[in-house]
DNA sequence: GGGATATGACCTTCGAGTAAGTTACCTCAA
DNA sequence: TTGAGGTAACTTACTCGAAGGTCATATCCC
């Protein structure tokens, strides 16, 4: 009796494994990789830490195995809607409009995916560069043929403007994530609108010179 | 002769502790706060563990010293361009513009600023939301002052706008980061240009109706 | 001598990872 | 039917190393 239930539950090893990735997918989303710790997850799944280690090896395997399942969702899904024939603009609200609607029963599993506190060397650096060749695809596919369209072909631009692209969807998701009680629906609205905000803007009267700073630029009428 | 050359210096504290701030800027910048060790960063400093906590007190306090400098630089110029009588769009491109100069000699305290591992509670914590609203300002007006002229004015929006536009400043000053060689006024033309290039994007011929997603939507034409 | 500058060696805490044993269940021979 | 033995599930109690933080002491200059 000393054990106190030792051995008494019997759970097969998938079934505890998949509540441990549960537990771990959670921690490890909301606290990131750095802060969690393997007896907080084996506390929150129910169970003690040496079985975590029996079925995951390490922290760093189970982070890997949470990363996986949480990557494959999210980049399954953005897969999925860049195989639809929208196109542009409007591709990009399908693709956010995805996310929400997959993100609404685990919304933890977006930060899985960025979390930078990961190990950024062995089997998750290789898993990470795997899912963000995945992602990073789809969204140079949508920046490009915008770059065409305006007739921008500088390949460093493409590159950066992926970059704020895949930017303001994490803006949106986190801010998304921080205003709980806003339906995916709602928020896809929002992006709409928002878009068409942008395409409203305005563009400078002229490029600012390069010298030092400090010049003023004259006001530019609003509509380019 | 058993304490090597300890009180040999004789360095005035000043200095001291403004070579060790660099190298704590330098060091929490690059790494995080988590991933940081206060003896790593003596031993940048050329000097010994304790001399830092003689001076700084804890690491925390020492992150706090690099905050506060790092933030300040950064807030100073963002309000230095908020003040000129640029608007909207160029206002940003003056901005951008601002920080690409200021943080070429010291890139790091941009990551200084969005450190994900630094202590969320406390004097750090204290310090970082003194300069997140300062900075928060200064985004909210121009986002408002364009939604205001688009004609949207549910203020959920213009929060929503306001994270993707920071979001996308910080995209944008990672990219060049992570491109040695371009200078800042390469830079600035090619923000300049991504704006260009958003400005003229398509819209959506109309909304993504709500219900289960999935549906195709009609090609619309680019330009709205 | 006294105060400022400086350090080697130490203490402490925390969390990853492990060793070794406990319990339950299943199978199969007598 | 039963009970011996094998195996999968499970836990308590530990080791170990890294890093934050402290103490006692040394050197130098006025």
Chains 1, 2 share one sequence.
Request: net charge negative.
């Amino acid at each position: 009796m000393s054990r106190a239930n030792a051995g008494t539950k019997g759970v097969p090893r998938a079934d505890r494994e998949l509540q441990i990735l549960r537990a771990a997918c959670e921690v490890f989303g909301t606290m990131g990789f750095a802060k969690a710790s393997v007896a907080g997850i084996a506390a929150d799944a129910g169970i003690s830490k040496p079985l975590v280690y029996q079925y995951f090896g390490s922290k760093e395997g189970l982070f890997l195995a949470s990363f996986n399942y949480g990557a494959e969702t999210l980049a399954a899904e953005m897969e999925r809607v860049a195989a639809d024939d929208s196109v542009g603009v409007e591709r990009g609200l399908h693709t956010l409009d995805g996310l929400f609607r997959t993100l609404e029963p685990q919304p933890w599993l977006w930060r899985l995916l960025f979390d930078p506190s990961a190990p950024d060397d062995g089997e998750v650096a290789a898993a990470r560069a795997v899912y963000t060749d995945r992602i990073t695809r789809l969204a140079v596919e949508g920046v490009g043929e915008l770059m065409r369209l305006v007739g921008d072909d500088d390949p460093l631009d493409a590159s950066a403007l992926t970059a704020v692209w895949m930017s303001a969807v994490d803006a949106l998701i986190t801010w998304w994530l921080d205003h709980p009680g806003v339906t995916p629906a709602q928020m896809t609205e929002r992006c709409h609108r928002l878009i068409i905000a942008i395409s409203g803007a305005a563009l400078p009267a002229e490029l600012p010179a390069e010298g030092g700073g400090r010049r003023p630029v004259e006001r530019s009428s609003l509509r380019a």
